[in-house]
């Protein structure tokens, strides 16, 4: 394959650098406080007879590990310190035999005149680049005060979410986690609705572009993995904060966490919600080419929605030993939404004359429970790359949603011509999602042997019904009405080698090697036999990695991977969304996986106040899944997904982060990539190309003692879409904190969207009609929230996103 020809290539040329001799060396290891990682904490090293001479520093991480490079040969003073800590100081020796010198766990002590008074203020990196992608740290976003996962995810690089809250990670849908799992309380579909998880309960978000064989297949566009928060600490800890604020209307947010933990057992639990009155409008002119009568069409739609999101997560932690450990996990959702929505639809004439006008008012009910079930166990052995996992998950899912549409036709003067029609629909959705998986590590040589077996069941029964309103009574129309059943079963085995050469923790190189095999079967029917699907294939899905690192521990890293994108359960269900008449969506059952060819291309530099990252990629996709609108007679465009042919994506992306002065510190993202649909005859007329990006840029501020200043300013070009394009969206956003109470107390204050620009829209054409729609929503809002903490495991998560703006 042409592919694996390029890879070996690259892999030649990058192993000929092992070659390059190296005079300096390196010192690493964790800093820690009863077994905790210790953030921030600042070493160096002095020369042993002039204390006072700095030859290298660094500060420690969030797992409290800290890296030394480009350190001379000779006897050294390392020194420790942390505010809050008695500092520490270590006799360290670099010879030609020992060039990389890992220390292990460097152990420091609180300085017990301190410990009431003291407080971190250091603002944490929103960004922080790893050998696998990027890791999202939620306590380092203080603009999002209130927001969900999807909020904090739109300051990722490479990361869009449109007007409904879609998420897609270089122009794809990435799979998404839950504390490494696959999770149903987002849904039970591969699209997952962040929007259900609120921002306030996540410790950390792990972004993995390329993933390998280990992970799941259905990964094309990347994986994201939500970590949610849990004290490790001894004792009892707490936190509550509670919030409100005003758009267009009032918003309200509240949040608990409370842990107890022992020598052997840990107990958590914790509890969010937020509830939002939200105003959204939209318009939209359509231009029907071969509709005379009907050739303008000018639509003006107003929302008011009242959306609200509780959840509920408790955990229950085992260790009888150290070389056991079990977790239970439950975690319960309740989300809702009331959606009241006016559209108001002119037609015009080819000579601009009025034809009809009608005012269709829908009133959309929904409430969902999901309640997920999940049991881990960990057993560790003598040597700690050693382990055995097992994981059992189930999600139950019940979703109602019940909607009234009134249509009554207006002439000209917005009078009411006649009887308003009536209908009335309703989906009823139950789901179940069940997982299985064993995970197994053995060290072998310089690296570990994994493997492993998964096993995913879904289930969905989708009850849709439409009845029409007739003297007074609903009636209900056969023709779209019907039971959607669908079943399927993946079961995965893998394999793969993860090596290096040199020391573990300062290796010079590391790779991977895996292969991945899925066999799935799936059908789907409904109840009016007009769908009726069975689906059966079996695929092997290989990975490669190659990492080199440089004696300053800068890297150059070259991957490979073959993914698959199943469709999704909404884009398999056949029934048809009428809230919009006139533009109707719907899935299509009839759709084939997509397989996929990734490979990547990185390399990351660091300086002593600046860190430089730059990433290109490409991805070429076979039976490409992509919305396609059509226009029938009648003047009904329908839009559903669509097995293309080849789509291509290649692109680059950039991280800079710069601390030009202590206050103040700078994240700039930069992603551009040009993503090209190709026309093979399955739709006709349709290719498309066009180059696109996007940009961030993050200002922290530590203004004075305990306080903190945000401001994120956010461009995304106009991306390509099949038949056209979206529009640009920008916005700013800006976010202050100020500690009160000794730190046990914040104050934070978050304005969304400043300037108020932040809107939605696209473009699309076809031979028989041009469509241009826009949405903007009440995105710019003021948000004021307070929090308390006890302990001390939540005073760095206490005020963290706590506000949504979308």
Do not use: C
């Not at 890296?67 to 001379?72: G, I, Q, S, T, W």
């Not at 689906?535 to 004696?551: E, R």
């Not at 304005?751 to 620009?757: G, H, M, P, Y």
Request: charged share 20%.
């Amino acid at each position: 394959m042409d592919e694996l020809k390029v890879i070996a290539i690259i892999l030649f040329q990058l192993s000929s650098l092992a070659l390059l001799a190296q005079n300096n060396g390196s010192i690493t290891g964790f800093v820690k406080d009863n077994g905790n990682a210790v953030e921030f904490a600042n070493v160096y090293i002095t020369t042993s007879n002039d204390s006072s001479k700095i030859v290298a520093a660094a500060v420690t991480d969030n797992g409290g590990k800290f890296r030394l490079e480009n350190v001379a040969m000779g006897s050294y003073s390392l020194t420790v310190q942390m505010l809050g800590f008695t500092s520490k100081m270590t006799r360290v020796t670099l010879s030609s035999e020992q060039q990389q010198l890992e220390l292990g766990d460097i152990i420091i002590e609180p300085d017990p005149r301190l410990l009431d008074v003291v407080e971190v203020n250091a603002m944490r990196n929103i960004i922080q680049k790893t050998d696998e992608g990027f890791i999202l740290n939620p306590s380092g976003n203080i603009t999002q005060i209130g927001g969900t996962a999807a909020d904090l995810l739109r300051n990722m690089p490479g990361v869009l979410v449109n007007a409904e809250g879609e998420l897609t990670l270089r122009g794809k849908t990435p799979l998404t986690l839950i504390n490494g799992r696959i999770s149903g309380i987002t849904g039970i579909d591969r699209a997952a609705q962040l929007e259900r998880i609120p921002a306030s309960s996540i410790e950390k978000i792990e972004i993995i572009n390329n993933p390998s064989a280990k992970y799941d297949a259905d990964a094309e566009g990347g994986i994201i993995n939500i970590i949610l928060k849990k004290s490790e600490d001894n004792g009892t800890n707490g936190a509550f904060a509670l919030g409100a604020g005003k758009g267009d209307r009032y918003r309200f947010n509240a949040s608990a966490l409370l842990n107890h933990k022992t020598d052997k057992w840990n107990f958590g639990i914790a509890y969010d919600n937020w509830y939002t009155t939200r105003t959204r409008s939209a318009s939209g002119d359509r231009i029907n080419y071969e509709l005379p009568i009907e050739y303008y069409l000018t639509q003006k739609r107003f929302d008011e929605r009242l959306i609200f999101y509780q959840n509920t997560k408790a955990n229950v932690d085992f260790t009888p030993n150290d070389k056991s450990s079990w977790n239970f996990e439950a975690l319960w959702a309740f989300p809702g939404e009331d959606n009241h929505e006016t559209l108001n639809s002119t037609y015009h004439t080819l000579e601009n004359e009025f034809t009809s006008k009608n005012q269709r008012y829908s009133n959309e009910i929904r409430r969902s429970h999901a309640i997920e079930l999940s049991l881990n166990y960990r057993k560790k052995f003598d040597n700690p790359d050693k382990v055995l996992l097992a994981s059992i998950n189930n999600t139950f899912g019940n979703d109602k949603e019940n909607t009234d549409i009134t249509s009554q036709p207006l002439n000209e003067q917005e009078e009411e011509l006649g009887d308003a029609s009536l209908q009335r629909t309703h989906t009823y959705e139950k789901t179940n999602l069940t997982t299985v998986s064993l995970d197994y590590s053995e060290p072998i040589g310089n690296g570990t042997l994994d493997a492993g077996y998964k096993s995913i069941f879904r289930f969905l029964n989708s009850d849709y019904e439409r009845a029409n309103g007739v003297d007074g009574e609903y009636i209900i129309d056969p023709l779209n009405t019907s039971i959607f059943n669908f079943h399927e079963q993946i079961h995965a085995v893998y394999t793969q080698y993860n090596g290096w050469t040199g020391d573990k923790e300062t290796p010079r190189w590391k790779y991977n090697v895996g292969l991945r095999a899925e066999q799935v079967w799936n059908n789907g029917s409904t109840t009016d036999e007009s769908t009726d699907f069975t689906n059966d294939y079996f695929n092997l899905f290989p990975s490669a990695s190659i990492n080199y690192y440089t004696l300053k521990q800068n890297n150059i890293k070259l991957s490979y991977s073959r993914r698959i994108n199943r469709p999704g359960l909404g884009q398999l269900n056949p029934f048809v969304d009428i809230t919009d008449s006139l533009n109707q969506h719907s899935g299509n059952p009839h759709l084939k996986p997509e397989l996929i060819h990734s490979m990547e291309l990185g390399y990351n530099h660091s300086w002593q106040k600046a860190t430089f990252s730059v990433t290109g990629f490409y991805r070429l996709r076979n039976n490409a899944i992509l919305p396609y609108t059509a226009l029938d007679s009648n003047g009904v465009a329908l839009t559903k997904p669509m097995n293309f042919g080849k789509a291509s994506t290649y692109g680059v992306e950039t991280i800079v982060t710069v601390n030009p002065v202590r206050v103040w510190s700078i994240n700039f993202t930069f992603a551009a990539y040009r993503f090209n649909i190709e026309d093979e005859g399955l739709v006709a007329g349709l290719a498309n190309e066009q180059l696109n990006w996007n940009t961030k840029l993050i200002n922290n501020f530590t203004l004075f003692k305990n306080t903190k200043l945000q401001i994120i300013g956010t461009y995304s070009s106009p991306m390509t879409i099949p038949q056209g394009e979206s529009i640009k969206v920008y916005y700013v956003d800006l976010g202050f904190q100020q500690m009160l109470m000794k730190g046990k107390g914040r104050l934070g204050l978050a304005i969304t969207d400043i300037f108020n620009t932040q809107q939605y829209g696209y473009n699309t054409s076809d031979y028989n009609f041009t469509f241009h729609r826009t949405f903007k929503q009440d995105t710019r809002a003021l948000m004021l929230t307070f929090g308390y903490t006890f302990g001390t495991t939540f005073k760095e998560k206490l005020m963290e996103n706590k506000f949504k703006n979308r």
